[in-house]
């Protein structure tokens, strides 16, 4: 039932609804909000629209559980986090193990052919991620996460079997990658399902798995390396993807999903469904999005650079893991703080998070070629590792506060995807601005401007949502204003207001 054939029953006389006095009838219209992007952390679930309820109708407001079951959901994205992540983070051991079993560690061609099968697979988690946004929307989060870890377990098992290096581009980088993809992004998705209020702790904790994973498993695969060898490390390590695969099951989902019919009349946009155009209406997401990206071509320079650095400054028995071990821990604590700290900033206002995250980033970068003490080293590291996880650990809930909870999917999928090109580009970058002028200073100097410009563009997001808002509100009071002068112009137009596209999301 559309909205104008709701108000034409319930109207009589002079377009009224029988015995409702005016003022009740203005309140009655300021409690109805407009179709659209809801408003920011506002949850549309059982909305008339999906339901086939009237537009006029009240739903009830979804209630986040914040607990119970959800605590269960938080252990297994954590788990998640952890062990895509770790094992990613931790190729550089296996690394070593690739170049003595399929040659010598001094054949640089080798290392070259060898070093690919670790960054297509990072890039692989990233660039399919608004695929797999789409797949989440479609047959939910349990679904795609537990398939995709599937994927990923085949696949990291049949690296196990190879014995040369050409198919590890496609079981490693490839189908693992896939795999991992499929399963990490559902593991953020599912926490609005649960937790609104304590959204920012509960995300600090399980993006702090990676954290607590990387820290721990190079030790581990250093000691199975030795013990077992290569392939039967390979597959201990797919242990891990088959306790994701039992841990996707518990992504018991909350909300509705949306891939049923949308529109009065059961008619399905199936091009809606499938690729979700809406976010991209919210000007405040469209900066975000982009933001974001711009601010990664020089944000992972230091992390893939830094060893280097380290070595040509201080010498080849320069204590260097250190730096490494410094960044992890304190990435994970700032996870943590940060992600409580989120809980009690309000709305969009979390968004300066992440630019302080990008300026302090910025800003250590360029410190980097300024340290000739090693001491001074870790002091940069120890900070970087604090705000790279405030910036890590508040991404879904700013994306929840941009475009609510039934779009937050596809608004993450698309993010993750742009980030894929930056995450790509700019370490060689670096690396060829290394080889022309032969030092890393200019790299590190040059990397700490895009997160500086990008958080700058972070900065126009609480302006641009802040005016979103006071000109809904303004057009709102209007529209009372002219349904309190001429009460009998209503029933006229809500048919034209229901049969315009632009008010169903």
């Excluded at 581009?169 to 599912?190: H, M, R």
């Excluded at 405030?390 to 993450?412: K, R, T, W, Y």
């Amino acid at each position: 039932m559309t909205e104008g054939s709701t108000g034409a029953e319930e109207r009589q006389d002079g377009g009224a609804p029988a015995g409702v006095p005016p003022e009740e009838q203005a309140a009655a219209a300021a409690e109805k909000k407009p179709l659209g992007i809801p408003e920011n952390g506002e949850s549309k679930a059982g909305a008339g629209a999906g339901t086939g309820t009237g537009a006029g109708e009240q739903e009830p407001e979804f209630v986040h559980p914040e607990g119970g079951w959800g605590w269960l959901v938080m252990l297994a994205s954590m788990w998640c986090n952890g062990s895509v992540f770790g094992i990613q983070n931790a190729f550089g051991i296996l690394f070593l193990s690739l170049l003595r079993e399929f040659g010598s560690e001094d054949d640089e061609d080798l290392r070259f052919k060898t070093a690919w099968v670790g960054s297509l697979s990072m890039g692989m988690i990233f660039f399919c991620s608004p695929i797999v946004s789409v797949f989440t929307d479609i047959l939910g989060c349990r679904v795609t996460a537990v398939g995709g870890a599937a994927v990923g377990l085949i696949g990291l098992l049949a690296s196990s079997f190879v014995r040369s290096l050409g198919p590890l581009y496609f079981t490693y980088g490839i189908v693992f990658a896939c795999g991992c993809s499929f399963t990490y992004q559902p593991s953020l998705v599912i926490l609005g399902h649960y937790f609104k209020k304590r959204l920012g702790l509960v995300n600090g904790i399980v993006t702090a798995g990676s954290s607590i994973f990387t820290i721990t498993l190079p030790f581990l695969l250093s000691g199975l390396l030795e013990r077992v060898g290569l392939h039967n490390t390979m597959r201990i390590l797919s242990i891990l993807m088959f306790v994701l695969m039992l841990a996707g099951f518990t992504y018991r989902p909350l909300l509705p999903n949306k891939s049923g019919p949308t529109r009065a009349g059961g008619r399905c946009p199936r091009l809606g469904q499938v690729f979700n155009l809406h976010i991209w209406r919210s000007l405040g997401y469209r900066i975000w999005a982009f933001g974001i990206p711009a601010a990664l071509y020089g944000y992972f320079v230091p992390y893939v650079h830094l060893m280097k650095h380290v070595e040509e400054r201080f010498g080849a028995d320069a204590n260097k893991e250190v730096l490494l071990m410094c960044i992890g821990i304190t990435s994970g604590v700032g996870r943590l703080i940060f992600g409580r700290v989120a809980d009690y900033v309000q709305g969009v206002n979390k968004v300066y998070l992440q630019v302080s995250s990008f300026l302090v980033i910025g800003l250590m970068s360029m410190m980097i070629p300024l340290c000739n003490v090693f001491g001074g080293l870790i002091a940069v590291c120890l900070l970087m590792g604090l705000f790279d996880g405030c910036f890590i650990c508040i991404m879904a809930p700013i994306a929840f506060e941009l475009v609510g909870s039934d779009n937050v999917s596809q608004a993450i999928g698309f993010l993750l995807g742009l980030m894929s090109v930056p995450m790509t580009v700019g370490p060689p970058i670096a690396g060829f601005l290394r080889d022309r002028l032969h030092s890393y200073d200019v790299a590190f100097y040059l990397a700490g401007i895009p997160p500086i410009i990008g958080g700058a563009m972070l900065c126009l997001i609480p302006w641009v949502e802040h005016r979103r808002r006071r000109l809904e509100k303004e057009e709102m009071e209007k529209d009372i204003t002219m349904k309190m002068l001429d009460p009998g112009r209503a029933p006229e137009d809500a048919p034209c207001k229901a049969a315009d596209p632009e008010s169903v999301p």
